[in-house]
């Protein structure tokens, strides 16, 4: 049982319990039973803000790491989009330089049959093959449209690893090639220039056996001489043969002289170079006059046994720098190949 009285300002709570036990008496100001319940409201308000601010902020935090993360995957795309990008232009590229390695290629295959057209072979490759790259489309599909094109899109996947350093892998690989092919194609034009220089040079040189006959009766240097029996100095290289034989111009050049004497008889001298100039002596018939321009091979007379003459021959001479010199440092045999090395003479 439980009793309250009431005081001015107190309050008396009696608490009787059981008989046998004593009265319990709990005395409280009116002012304490006052504060006691605004106490409670205050504490349970103070604990709804604590837990209220605390929700925010982890609230606010949560929002933070999310919007960045969210950022972080933004960027990470835009990334994988430029790579992606980058990675076309690439591709683009390097398509490119393949059609240039291919035509740096065919520069290389031309410059080749040229320069094999000098040397006289064929060439060994086969001007349709170019090992793929630049190649030409056969010719059944020349005539088709060039712009024709189709098929799906299918994007690359953003997430493939290692296709960009493959791709820098290939492109400076092609850069290589294209400065090796460049270094080749120059070095392949300064050997075609060297080639043409040389065929120039060749033309205008006294290789080229000038009548049918092979027979050397005579050659340059000492001999007794054929009508006085003394030791004489024979200048040139007689070549034996039948009267009319045909005698060739042994270089490219100009005739200088188209005349007869008592020593030479009928005679040209064709100047080749501003030091070098041929002779051909004792001819039956001259077919070529002074100012005519004569090529390697060319018919330029009959041969002969006019003027100082024991027999029809061919006297031929080579004058370099106004004197006269061994024929045969400078004659191929018949029938060689035109190709000549020249022996310069001190």
């Given at each position: 049982?439980?009793?309250?009285?009431?005081?001015?300002?107190?309050?008396?709570?009696?608490?009787?319990?059981?008989?046998?036990?004593?009265?319990?008496?709990?005395?409280?100001?009116?002012?304490?039973?006052?504060?006691?319940?605004?106490?409670?409201?205050?504490?349970?308000?103070?604990?709804?803000?604590?837990?209220?601010?605390?929700?925010?902020?982890?609230?606010?935090?949560?929002?933070?790491?999310?919007?960045?993360?969210?950022?972080?995957?933004?960027?990470?795309?835009?990334?994988?989009?430029?790579?992606?990008?980058?990675?076309?232009?690439?591709?683009?590229?390097?398509?490119?330089?393949?059609?240039?390695?291919?035509?740096?290629?065919?520069?290389?295959?031309?410059?080749?049959?040229?320069?094999?057209?000098?040397?006289?072979?064929?060439?060994?490759?086969?001007?349709?093959?170019?090992?793929?790259?630049?190649?030409?489309?056969?010719?059944?599909?020349?005539?088709?449209?060039?712009?024709?094109?189709?098929?799906?899109?299918?994007?690359?996947?953003?997430?493939?690893?290692?296709?960009?350093?493959?791709?820098?892998?290939?492109?400076?690989?092609?850069?290589?090639?294209?400065?090796?092919?460049?270094?080749?194609?120059?070095?392949?034009?300064?050997?075609?220039?060297?080639?043409?220089?040389?065929?120039?040079?060749?033309?205008?040189?006294?290789?080229?056996?000038?009548?049918?006959?092979?027979?050397?009766?005579?050659?340059?240097?000492?001999?007794?001489?054929?009508?006085?029996?003394?030791?004489?100095?024979?200048?040139?290289?007689?070549?034996?043969?039948?009267?009319?034989?045909?005698?060739?111009?042994?270089?490219?050049?100009?005739?200088?002289?188209?005349?007869?004497?008592?020593?030479?008889?009928?005679?040209?001298?064709?100047?080749?170079?501003?030091?070098?100039?041929?002779?051909?002596?004792?001819?039956?018939?001259?077919?070529?006059?002074?100012?005519?321009?004569?090529?390697?091979?060319?018919?330029?007379?009959?041969?002969?046994?006019?003027?100082?003459?024991?027999?029809?021959?061919?006297?031929?001479?080579?004058?370099?720098?106004?004197k006269e010199v061994n024929p045969q440092k400078y004659l191929h045999s018949k029938g060689e190949d035109e190709a000549y090395v020249r022996q310069e003479e001190d």
């Amino acid at each position: 049982m439980c009793r309250i009285r009431s005081g001015k300002h107190k309050l008396t709570f009696l608490v009787i319990p059981e008989p046998e036990r004593p009265v319990l008496q709990i005395r409280l100001s009116k002012r304490l039973l006052i504060l006691l319940p605004l106490l409670t409201i205050g504490v349970l308000i103070y604990v709804y803000l604590s837990l209220h601010f605390t929700a925010r902020r982890t609230e606010g935090q949560l929002q933070s790491k999310l919007t960045k993360q969210s950022r972080s995957f933004v960027e990470t795309i835009r990334h994988k989009d430029e790579d992606i990008k980058r990675l076309q232009n690439e591709v683009k590229e390097l398509s490119e330089k393949a059609e240039q390695v291919g035509r740096q290629v065919s520069r290389l295959q031309d410059l080749e049959a040229e320069i094999n057209g000098f040397l006289g072979k064929d060439s060994t490759v086969d001007p349709n093959v170019t090992s793929g790259i630049g190649s030409e489309e056969p010719a059944a599909y020349s005539s088709m449209e060039r712009s024709a094109s189709g098929g799906l899109y299918y994007p690359q996947a953003a997430e493939d690893t290692g296709v960009s350093d493959t791709a820098d892998a290939a492109s400076e690989g092609y850069s290589t090639y294209s400065v090796q092919l460049g270094s080749l194609e120059q070095s392949l034009s300064d050997t075609l220039e060297e080639a043409r220089r040389a065929k120039k040079e060749l033309a205008v040189t006294p290789t080229f056996w000038p009548t049918r006959s092979i027979i050397v009766t005579s050659r340059f240097g000492y001999r007794s001489d054929p009508f006085t029996g003394r030791p004489s100095l024979h200048k040139g290289l007689d070549i034996a043969g039948d009267t009319g034989d045909p005698v060739y111009a042994a270089a490219d050049g100009t005739v200088t002289l188209s005349d007869a004497d008592g020593q030479h008889g009928q005679y040209l001298e064709v100047r080749h170079t501003g030091t070098l100039s041929t002779r051909y002596l004792h001819l039956s018939r001259r077919l070529a006059k002074t100012g005519d321009q004569v090529h390697k091979g060319e018919l330029i007379g009959r041969l002969g046994s006019t003027g100082r003459s024991t027999g029809a021959h061919l006297h031929f001479e080579v004058v370099r720098r106004g004197k006269e010199v061994n024929p045969q440092k400078y004659l191929h045999s018949k029938g060689e190949d035109e190709a000549y090395v020249r022996q310069e003479e001190d």
